[in-house]
Every structure is written in C-alpha cells, then in structure tokens.
C-alpha cells in the first residue's frame, strides 16, 4: 500500500504558482520523498526528490517540514503543459529493487 | 540519448489467447521494470530484472511474466488472457535502480475482446 496521501485534483490558473500537498505521516528515517507526474497517455515522469531540506530544480520545489511528516510540491509558473497527474511517493533512496508503489496521486488541472 | 521503446503501442486480442509485449531500455540501463495501469487499480508494480535476473516481483498471478535478455532488453507475457488485462503495460529503466533515476516509456495499451 502506498505510504502517502494526496487530494485527489486541484485545479490551478496558467501562470500562477501550484502547490501540491502530500502526507507521509509514517515516513522513515531513511526515506526519501519523490515526486513523479504522468500526462495523459504518457509514461510518468520524474521530477524531484528530498529528504529533508527544500531541493529545487529546473522543474519545480520541494518543501518538506521539519517533521518530515508532510511535503509541498511546487510548480512555480504553472503552464497548460503541467496538467497532469502528479504522485508522491516515500522509500529508500538506495533500494536493490525497483518497486515503486504509486498511490493515487492528484490531477492537476492547469486553467487558461 | 534514445528514450525506453515500447513496442507495440497498441494490441488487441481476444481472451485465451497470449501477447508478448518488448521493452528496450535506455543504452546503459540494467534495471528493467514493469507495472500495469488501470483505471481502477491505478499504478501497480508487475516485476522488476536485473542483469537477467528476476529481482522483485508484485501481486500478480504466474500468467504474468517476463525475461531479460543479455542486452538488457525485456519482454513479458500474459498468457490466457482475461478481459480484466486490459490495461496500459509500461516499462521503467533505471542504471542499477536509483529510484530519481527511473525513465518511463509511453507503454503498450492492450485490449482483450
């Protein structure tokens, strides 16, 4: 079962910031959060991972509390191309397996 | 560089009958993995390979299975299809299976009639 909990849709206007939350309550010392997205009718994408200090890249932000107990995605200029259905996901960041265990992710719904 | 090809993109068959479904991984790539996609169940994890090796495999009956090749290539197959099979079939790679490094390709869509 998946280990995270995420609202099911946001929606979001173009241009504006989207920040998408995610709840790992009974994450691990040694877990990591990762976030990947899937558009439609394409195979998911990676886009950041964490432990426990913000990481941004060119795609987007991490923002994990302090508790490491919940994180905040952020895309900060939000496209039409960004909608999507975006998941979290929380495990090992050297693992010898190659499960990763998708929950049901939230769609994000980018508005003109 | 290349991305992870799927092929085909779309199958039909009709039940009973099995499908064979290719990966090719990113040059390199020596963790292969493969997942099922439905509107129901969402995202599931099917088996991952390894260097030829069957590393991790998910709930899934013995119908599902699948090989690696020597050039890290993978196939897998369902047998006695059931309609319940249909479902977006994809495929990850990743080096060695660092989990920010996993590429997807844009998978199969298979339709049992």
């Known amino acids: 079962d998946a280990k995270t909990t995420q609202p099911p849709s946001m929606d979001c206007a173009e241009g504006r910031a989207a920040n998408l939350p995610c709840n790992h309550s009974?994450?691990?010392?040694?877990?990591?959060v990762y976030w990947y997205r899937q558009i439609h009718s394409q195979g998911p994408q990676y886009i950041i991972h964490?432990?426990?200090n913000n990481e941004t890249n060119e795609m987007a932000s991490l923002i994990i509390t302090e508790d490491r107990k919940s994180s905040t995605l952020i895309l900060p200029h939000a496209t039409l191309r960004d909608t999507a259905v975006y998941y979290c996901?929380?495990?090992?960041?050297?693992?010898?397996?190659?499960?990763?265990?998708f929950g049901q992710g939230t769609t994000l719904q980018v508005k003109p | 560089k290349a991305g992870v090809t799927q092929t085909p993109r779309y199958l039909i068959k009709t039940r009973g009958q099995q499908v064979t479904l290719s990966c090719s991984p990113i040059?390199?790539?020596?963790?292969v993995s493969w997942y099922q996609q439905t509107p129901g169940q969402g995202l599931q994890f099917l088996f991952e390979?390894?260097?030829?090796?069957?590393?991790n495999k998910g709930n899934f009956p013995g119908r599902f299975s699948g090989r690696q090749f020597s050039n890290s290539r993978s196939e897998m197959n369902v047998s006695t299809l059931e309609l319940g099979d249909s479902a977006l079939y994809l495929c990850?790679?990743?080096?060695?299976?660092?989990?920010?490094?996993?590429?997807f390709g844009s998978g199969t869509r298979l339709t049992v009639v």
């Open positions: 990850a790679s990743s080096l060695q299976g660092e989990n920010y490094g996993y590429t």
């Open positions: 009974t994450i691990s010392g040694n877990e990591y």
């Open positions: 964490g432990l426990k």
């Open positions: 996901i929380v495990r090992p960041y050297s693992s010898n397996t190659g499960k990763l265990i």
């Open positions: 040059s390199g790539h020596r963790s």
């Open positions: 390979y390894f260097s030829e090796t069957q590393r």
